[in-house]
C-alpha cells in the first residue's frame, strides 16, 4: 500500500497533530534541528513547537488507537489491552528497536501499580533492563542514542496477544511509520526484536532500515541464547566474569533517572533483586545482544 493511502486509512489523527509534524520534518530536514535545555525545538512560521509536545500528540494518537482496539469488547474481556507509554526520547534518535507489543505480565490482565511498578514501559523486568544496559554499552558506544518501542502499543496478556496479532500489527503500522519520521534521526536503524516483528516489517516500505532481528528478551526466547556464546566460548568466559549485578543496579538507576521516574528507582531495584539477579542464561543474553549490536554496529559503518 503506497504511503499516503496508509496515512489516510487512520482517519481519527487530529490535525494539531499534522501541522505539527510536517513543519518538524521540514526543519529537521533542512538541518536545523537544535536543543534547548536539553529538549528538541523547532521554530517555524512565528512559533515554537518542542520536540516533546510532538511526542506528546503522538501518544494522544496511540491511546486512541488502543481505544479502537478494544472497541466491542466487555470491560472484563481477556483481550483488552491497556496503553503503556514507552521512555520518551529528548529528540531523534540513532537507533530504534522495536518489539511486538507490551506484556500486562503475571497474567493478571492489568498493569502492575505501586512504587516497586514504573508507569513506563521497558522499565518491569531485569531481562528490560539488560536490553538498555546493552543498547547503552554496545550499541550507543560513542554517544550515539536509541529508543524502544513495540509495533503495537496496548499491553496485553501474553497468550491473547497472540490472537489477531498480524492484524492488530496493520492497524499500528501507520503509527508506527509517524512514531519513526519524529523519533529517528533520517537514516537511523530500525532493529528488530524477534522474529514477528522483523518478519512484520521485512514486508513493508521500512525494509531497507531494517537490521536484526536480534534475540528477544522473553522466557519464551531462553533457549535460544546458548547460541552465541556456543561459538564464542572464550569470549564469553571472559565477558561472563566482567559483567555483575551491579551493572545492571546502575542501569536501572540512570534509565530511570533520566526518564524522570526517580521515585520508582528503590521499589525498582528492591523488586528486581528478589530474584535470582544475573543467572548463567541473562549472561548469556547480554553476550548475545554484545555480539549482533557490535555486528549492527559495523554493518552500517559506525
Not at 1 to 22: C, L, N, Q, T, V
Request: charged share 30%; with cysteine.
Amino acid at each position: 500500500m503506497a504511503e499516503d493511502e496508509m496515512m489516510s486509512s487512520s482517519g481519527f489523527r487530529s490535525s494539531r497533530y499534522f501541522r505539527g509534524i510536517a513543519a518538524l520534518f521540514t526543519v529537521m530536514k533542512a538541518g536545523v534541528f537544535g536543543r534547548l535545555g536539553g529538549l528538541g525545538v523547532n521554530t517555524y512560521g512565528g512559533t515554537t513547537t518542542t520536540f516533546k509536545e510532538q511526542y506528546e500528540a503522538l501518544e494522544d494518537e496511540f491511546i486512541e488507537q488502543v481505544r479502537k482496539d478494544n472497541e466491542g469488547l466487555e470491560e472484563d474481556a481477556l483481550n483488552r489491552s491497556v496503553f503503556l507509554p514507552n521512555l520518551a526520547p529528548q529528540g531523534p534518535v540513532d537507533f530504534v528497536l522495536v518489539a511486538m507489543e507490551p506484556s500486562t505480565g503475571g497474567g493478571a490482565g492489568e498493569i502492575q501499580q505501586g512504587d516497586a511498578f514504573s508507569p513506563k514501559n521497558f522499565t518491569g523486568s531485569v531481562e528490560d533492563f539488560i536490553l538498555h544496559f546493552c543498547a547503552r554499552e554496545y550499541l550507543c558506544a560513542g554517544g550515539k542514542s536509541y529508543y524502544l518501542t513495540d509495533l503495537s502499543k496496548g499491553a496485553m496478556r501474553t497468550r491473547e496477544a497472540r490472537d489477531q496479532r498480524q492484524e492488530r500489527y496493520q492497524e499500528w503500522y501507520p503509527l508506527l511509520k509517524d512514531e519513526l519520521r519524529l523519533v529517528a534521526r533520517p537514516e537511523a536503524p530500525v532493529i528488530a526484536i524477534g522474529n514477528d516483528p522483523h518478519a512484520f516489517l521485512i514486508r513493508r516500505d521500512i525494509e531497507p532500515r531494517l537490521k536484526g532481528p536480534i534475540l528477544h528478551y522473553s522466557q519464551q526466547a531462553a533457549g535460544a541464547r546458548e547460541r552465541i556464546p556456543s561459538t564464542h566460548r572464550d569470549r564469553y568466559s571472559n565477558f561472563a566474569m566482567e559483567v555483575s549485578w551491579g551493572d545492571i543496579e546502575e542501569t536501572v538507576r540512570q534509565v530511570m533517572g533520566a526518564s524522570e521516574l526517580q521515585d520508582y528507582i528503590e521499589g525498582t531495584l528492591d523488586r528486581l533483586s528478589r530474584g535470582q539477579k544475573l543467572t548463567e542464561s541473562r549472561k548469556k543474553l547480554m553476550f548475545t545482544y554484545k555480539v549482533q549490536f557490535e555486528g549492527i554496529r559495523k554493518e552500517v559503518g559506525i
